[in-house]
């Protein structure tokens, strides 16, 4: 199957009136999509952002456990960093993505509101086509609307057991990540 990669969008996402802003990067986000990603196989995470301050620190802290005192603490961390690129806009991950595999990707934007002709987890996982994949994951209070607009797919938005719909961007990657990438229930070995 063709690579999955991810992407951290910063930018553009919404706050909560709903205002199309640049969100601030967390360090907690940036290890736990690097490790999500390695644990399931994915090409690699982008962390999407214009400001040219955030940037920099989302390339300190890759460094920091790529090449830096990290690298030599913890092993396994510096695998999972590895998959972390930092570029400007979604529309930079798409052309690395073709550059890197030679086929535009199928980009899928991922929220928590429902929209309509959004994608079941399990149909995207079915209908996946044989080309590179790219799930967009928004910080602050989710993609800008103009981002489900451009995206190929949209997926259906988590549902818990009641109206609070609220997760951080690392709970609802890693749920969404599992149900479209994991070894299925039935196929695990304990």
Known sequence: MPPVY???????????????????????DLHDLARLARTYGMGGVYVVTPLEDQQEFARRIVSHWTTGPGAEHIPDRRTAMQLVQVVGTIADAVADVEARDGRRPRVTASGARALPGAVRHADW?????????????????????EVFAAADCVLQPIAGTDAYNHLSVRSAAAILIDRLLGVPASDRAY
């Open 6 to 28: 991810a992407a951290l969008v910063h930018h553009p996402v919404v706050d909560r009136t709903g205002r199309v802003i640049a969100a601030a990067l967390t360090n907690l």
């Open 125 to 145: 996982r079915d209908l996946r086509p044989a080309a590179p994949q790219l799930l967009l994951f928004g910080t602050a209070w989710g993609l800008a609307p």
